[in-house]
């Protein structure tokens, strides 16, 4: 039974990992309609930032912190351009194109940086070591990424659900012509939030980096993870990627350690039920009326 | 063939010459007819070298060019008295693009041999085609059992190890050092199954107990803590882990993290702790006992002078993967200098006699494959920032 519960709260390890990075991929999918296909990518340059700025096994909690910060600013610009990039491009299969076009020439870029060989990213020295847990050791640094996934769920709920800005952003999901008749620059409401959603992935990467290390092929990866988070939780939905995160963390773990041999695909199991049982994901946005 | 050469013939030779000429035209030749056994031939000879260079297994591919180009830099760019011309084609990551990769240096660069080969489903397609085409394949990494053995062919040999070979000479040992019954894990693959069954088989067979079995979705699972608790469950006092590359890293860096390594002493096969991925791992990997046919550690003169080479021109460590393509050059060097392509060179293969290699001695045994030593080895903290396989003992 203890062994269950370790796997619950890994789980929610993964899961609040998941969120960071799949929170950014929703948004820019609910509002603008661009299936951002580099998104995978600007994970992998916040991890491989990461390889770059905290070498060997001693990792300070100040250097740390600021690696995510570097990497939220790194993925922020990447976004930013994007979004750039997107907006000229009229069309969905181009823009599914110049995304794809995009990461191929980032994990590219990666691969000549850095080589092709594993890397692995130390935890941040307090929670390197282990802590007992029901009778088990459990690494401190995912109890870390836990508490980090709380304070940002919060934080994103309090930011989309109950602020200015947020309503904004929510009615740009839903109609995006009547905010612009409203004399608001949508524009810049996309951009910020391209850009938002690009850094908090980039920061997912450094985030992840102890748990997944660095590695090519390690993008498109997470990127599937996310668009499985996504296609769960509905499209553009805040609430519908945190659901959708925990429950894939969920599946995950306590699905693989409950039945081992189909835990290769469990989750797409998971997301063939929800697509079956709620075609528009388990929570998606309030959308405008359409009669 | 230069006109002087035909000038020093005696008649019935040129008209020979000349008839084998228009064979080769007319295609029923090939392009060995040229260069059909001659010993004292010193011509170019062109050998395919198949490894991967883009992919999951670029890092190996890179150390396997290497190898092979020490072995040739060490000899003044010649194999058996030929100059050699290296064609290098990527093999990529599966057999959709390593079949017909191999096909365009046999079919298009008409090369005498192809030697490299990392992915087993790569080699077992083409063996076949190797067969067919009567060119010898010689495959420096590719495991899969059947390679070798039952489906031997004249034309495909293996100078690196079979997966059953390599987890089978651990079996005893484990028996010997653990203290009650004993975990299997590998990753869902064939790879994987082929070393759990090849460990199980010796370890069993020397009186030892499976605490539980467990295959880990291969390429898909980043996270093994479910299956770590399964493990600290089941109440094994010892597990026998395959996993290679990226997996290995996260495996044996999470059984650290998740307690296991200070609880119950984790074994493998070499794969588990080599080249990249050892020093991915770092120090979480200290203690893990594994089996392979190589270690940089091996005390030898012929070792020692073999990875102060290889440090000198690539400025990294050798891996067992460089050690296999070098002796491919060795087992070539030796081939070619009886015959230079087609079923004498594939003949050849058969009288190469011992290689003496940085691994140690070894010979190509009945079935194709290398009989060779095995070693126990035990990840240790060498010089610096470093971790080495230290070898703590000979195998089987």
Known sequence: MAAYLVSVLNGLA???LLFAIALGLSLVFGMMDVLNLAHGAIYLAGAYLAVALLPGDDVGMGTFVLAVLAAAAVGAILGGVLAGLTRATPGHLDQALLTL???????ELLSVAFGEEVHAIAAPAPFDGGVPVLGETYPAYRLLVIGFGAVLAVAVYLLIERSRFGSLIRATVADRAMVSALGINTGLVLTG???????LAAAGGVLAGPILGAQPGLDEKVLLLALVVVVIGGLGSVRGALLGAVLIGQVQ???TSLLPEYASFLIFVAMALVLLLRPAGLLPPRTAVRT | MSVRAFRSMRPAAAVAALVTGI????????????????TQSSGPVKIGLLVPLSGVYAQLGQDMRDGFKLYLDQHGG?????????????EGEGPQTGVPAAQKLVNQDHVSAVAGVVNSATALGLRDFFDESKVPLLVANAGADDITGARKSLYVWRTSFANGKVAGALGPTVVKEASGPVYLIAADYAAGREMVAGFRKTFVAAGGKVAGEEYSPFGKTQDYQPFLSKIRTSGAKAVFAFYAGAEAVSFVKQYQQFG??????????????????LAAQGKAAVGVKTSLHYSTELNTPRNTEFVAAYSKAYSKSPTVYAVQAYDTAAVLDKALAKASGGEKLATALTGVGPIDSPRGR?????DHDAQQQYYLREVRAGSGDTFVNAVVGDLS
Not at chain 2, 23 to 36: E, I, N, R, T
């Open chain 1, 14 to 16: 993964m899961g609040s």
């Open chain 1, 101 to 107: 076009g995009v990461s191929l020439v980032v994990a």
């Open chain 1, 193 to 199: 939030v391209f850009a938002a959603g690009a850094a």
């Open chain 1, 253 to 255: 773990a306590l699905g």
């Open chain 2, 23 to 38: 064979l080769a035209l007319s295609g029923c030749g090939g392009s060995s007819l040229s260069q059909s056994g001659d």
């Open chain 2, 78 to 90: 010649k194999l058996g008295g030929h100059t050699v011309d290296v064609v290098t084609a990527d």
């Open chain 2, 260 to 277: 296991l390594a200070d609880r119950i002493p984790l074994y493998g096969t070499g794969f588990l702790t080599e080249g990249g991925a």
């Open chain 2, 362 to 366: 070894w010979s190509f045994d009945a």
